[in-house]
Nanobody, 118 residues
Framework: VQLQASGGGLVQPGGSLTLSCAAS????????AAWYRQTPGNQRELVAA??????TYADSVRGRFTISRDNAKNTVYLQMNSLKPADTAVYYC??????????????WGQGTLVTVSS
């Protein structure tokens, strides 16, 4: 399974972006999906996660970001609103799930750069 992240770019403060993470290959299900972000010199931090039953958000993005999933398309989204310069980072998606009832996968996307600047 490969994850293809897209949707990053340059946006002004207060603007919005939607990131997408599409899983390719034959997948039975995605059990857990998450978005992380990383800035130079810092560790990758969890931004949002979805287990299908519950969602988790970092305090810094709660109320502004929304993680969602389209299981039919094997795609995970991150809707980002009211963006701030502090949100500037490379965003990575992660997912794990099942190829079949007995075989599992876990994978990272390649990262997409989000720059929030006027």
């Amino acid at each position: 399974v490969q994850l293809q992240a897209s949707g990053g770019g340059l946006v002004q403060p207060g603007g919005s972006l939607t990131l997408s993470c599409a899983a390719s290959g034959s997948i039975l299900s995605i059990n857990y999906a998450a978005w992380y972000r990383q800035t130079p010199g810092n560790q990758r931090e969890l931004v949002a996660a979805s287990s299908g039953v519950s969602t988790t958000y970092a305090d810094s993005v709660r109320g502004r970001f929304t993680i969602s999933r389209d299981n039919a398309k094997n795609t995970v989204y991150l809707q980002m609103n009211s963006l701030k310069p502090a949100d500037t980072a490379v965003y990575y998606c992660y997912a794990d799930g099942q190829y079949s009832s007995t075989d599992s996968f876990h994978a990272w996307g390649q990262g997409t750069l989000v720059t929030v600047s006027s």
